[in-house]
């Protein structure tokens, strides 16, 4: 459980940096448009904190922790990582106006696809644990 507790407070210190820093970021570049460095705050807070403090209260209620849930939890803290990097990266491009190949844009989408797929696989891969353990506890 202190695993989960340690999980979701890291994740909360990086939202609030990554909220900080797309607001200075693009105030010191004076941009007013969309980027898509405005969601890496919202998903590193509802993807990480909000989604390992609910691992924690399911692991207090009905102890789902085996030995491979280490291996599931380490691909998704790599596809939320490698998520908010691609995000934060497509955004300092925007607000930078830096011009892009189309093989660079799309090995950035490529790599958020990657991203997304392991956080996807990872949380179903949880998700079914929990849910095993949940009807075994059952009578």
């Known amino acids: 459980?202190?695993?989960?507790?340690?999980?979701?407070?890291?994740?909360?210190?990086?939202?609030?940096?990554?909220?900080?820093?797309?607001?200075?970021f693009t105030r010191f570049h004076g941009f007013t448009d969309k980027t898509t460095l405005s969601v890496v705050?919202?998903?590193?807070f509802l993807l990480?904190?909000?989604f390992f403090l609910l691992l924690l209260l399911l692991e207090k209620?009905?102890?789902f922790t085996e030995a491979k849930t280490g291996r599931v939890?380490?691909?998704?803290?790599a596809?939320?990582?490698l998520t908010g990097a691609m995000l934060a990266v497509r955004g300092v491009t925007q607000v930078l106006g830096t011009g892009l190949s189309s093989g660079m844009s799309a090995s950035i989408?490529?790599?958020?696809?990657?991203?997304?797929?392991?956080?996807?696989?990872?949380m179903v891969l949880l998700l079914s644990q929990i849910r095993r353990s949940?009807?075994?506890a059952q009578p």
């Not at 705050?41 to 590193?44: E, L, R, V």
């Not at 939890?73 to 803290?77: D, K, P």
Request: proline share 0%; glycine share 14%; aromatic share 12%.
């Open 109 to 122: 989408s490529g790599m958020a696809g990657i991203g997304h797929l392991l956080l996807g696989v990872s």
């Open 61 to 63: 209620n009905f102890s």
């Open 48 to 50: 990480g904190m909000v």
């Open 1 to 24: 459980m202190k695993r989960y507790m340690n999980s979701a407070l890291l994740y909360a210190v990086l939202a609030m940096a990554g909220g900080v820093f797309y607001r200075e």
């Open 134 to 136: 949940i009807l075994a």
């Open 79 to 81: 596809g939320l990582n």
């Open 73 to 77: 939890l380490a691909a998704y803290h």
């Open 41 to 44: 705050h919202t998903h590193y």
